[in-house]
């Protein structure tokens, strides 16, 4: 149990165009969402906060007109990357934390995006 | 704001020898503490975690880490590796409370046959 899903896996757009990530709880209901983005051999850079029913919570120098993010039900999010340039291209990462644990994630398998 | 260190981006290690994977943690709250496993192409999979429990902590696949208040660490460690080990790890800290993880930069380990 606990499986987090990510689609799409890989995603190519052209520079100035939109894209949007779905992430989805399969077998759970997840009261809160994060996204995470991940550079090449380095970390995991916590971006925001996505809670159901409410506006995300984003961290600092995160664009929020930028990456937008909607927690449209207790198994969906998704984040919508707006006039995508080269400098977004990264692997996004979401996981979410089950409606009956107070602290432990389960990570999707991330989205490879490049924006051409 | 919490912060993870790991040093050493790549780590060998022997097939049947011990991993021995540091993390070291800045908190101004107590935290909780967590290793993760990313397998390729996989999301990342806990290993095991401590909120504020027992100080040694044992997770899956024979990982066990001890929780070092005086040393603010949190390394892990397996007593004999198996080739299945191979992936990359990485260390995460949140304030008891509060999810908002802050990761380490990983280890990649590599298991010599």
């Known amino acids: 149990g606990a499986v987090v899903s990510q689609h799409p896996s890989w995603v190519i757009c052209k520079s100035g165009t939109s894209v949007k990530i779905e992430c989805r709880s399969l077998?759970?209901?997840?009261?809160?969402m994060f996204w995470y983005r991940q550079f090449p051999k380095q970390s995991l850079m916590l971006m925001a906060t996505?809670?159901?029913?409410?506006?995300?919570?984003?961290e600092q120098g995160v664009e929020k007109d930028k990456f937008l993010i909607n927690h449209a039900s207790l198994t969906l999010s998704t984040l919508t990357v707006t006039s995508a340039h080269p400098e977004d291209s990264s692997f996004y990462i979401c996981?979410?934390?089950?409606?009956?644990?107070?602290?432990?994630?389960?990570f999707g398998p991330g989205t490879r995006l490049t924006v051409t | 704001a919490q912060s993870v260190t790991q040093l050493g981006s790549h780590v060998s290690v022997s097939e049947g020898a011990l991993v021995l994977l540091r993390c070291n943690y800045s908190?101004?709250?107590?935290?909780?503490l967590f290793w993760y496993v990313q397998y390729p192409n996989q999301g990342l999979q806990l290993l095991l975690k401590?909120?504020?429990?027992?100080?040694l902590v044992k997770g899956i696949n024979g990982f066990e880490a001890e929780f070092k208040k005086s040393e603010t660490s949190f390394h892990l460690t397996k007593p004999s590796a198996h080739m299945s080990d191979a992936a990359e790890y990485f260390c995460?800290?949140?304030?008891?409370?509060?999810?908002?993880?802050?990761f380490g930069k990983g280890n990649q380990v590599v298991v010599i046959p």
């Open positions: 077998d759970f209901q997840a009261t809160t």
């Open positions: 995460a800290v949140s304030e008891a409370g509060n999810n908002r993880l802050a």
């Open positions: 401590y909120t504020s429990a027992a100080t």
């Open positions: 996505s809670n159901e029913g409410s506006k995300a919570t984003y």
């Open positions: 996981s979410a934390i089950r409606w009956d644990s107070s602290y432990e994630q389960y």
């Open positions: 908190s101004s709250v107590p935290p909780y």
